[in-house]
């Protein structure tokens, strides 16, 4: 069964920096653009980041120049980079594809809080 699981969240003072990391069980993990979304309290479900077969990056207004997502074909894991984080980006985070969006995983709650 297709299966992501991301991991990597916790608590950071403002500022701070966390690296999330989310691994997809398919044989053909290269063939995706993949993303990372995020829901924080009573927001919807926000596409952040996503990085594209060709290795080219798009991001959201809200994190451009401080988040930075990459992908390792060879492992079936695409990151999130996140540095000078803000009270804003708590949530819970969570990885999919770009289109064709398979079931969520658990997700990864991230708290930027001092």
């Known amino acids: 069964q297709v299966q992501l699981v991301e991991s990597g969240g916790g608590l950071v003072q403002p500022g701070g920096s966390l690296r999330l990391s989310c691994t997809y069980s398919?044989?053909?993990?290269?063939?995706?653009?993949m993303g990372w979304y995020r829901q924080g309290p009573g927001n919807q479900r926000e596409l952040v980041a996503r990085i594209l077969v060709d290795g080219s990056t798009i991001y959201s207004d809200s994190v451009k120049g401080r988040f930075t997502i990459s992908r390792d074909n060879a492992k079936s894991t695409v990151y999130l980079q996140m540095n000078s984080l803000k009270a804003e980006d708590t949530a819970v985070y969570y990885c999919n594809k770009v289109s064709f969006l398979v079931p969520w995983g658990q997700g990864t709650q991230v708290t930027v809080s001092s």
């Open positions: 398919t044989n053909i993990f290269s063939t995706f653009a």
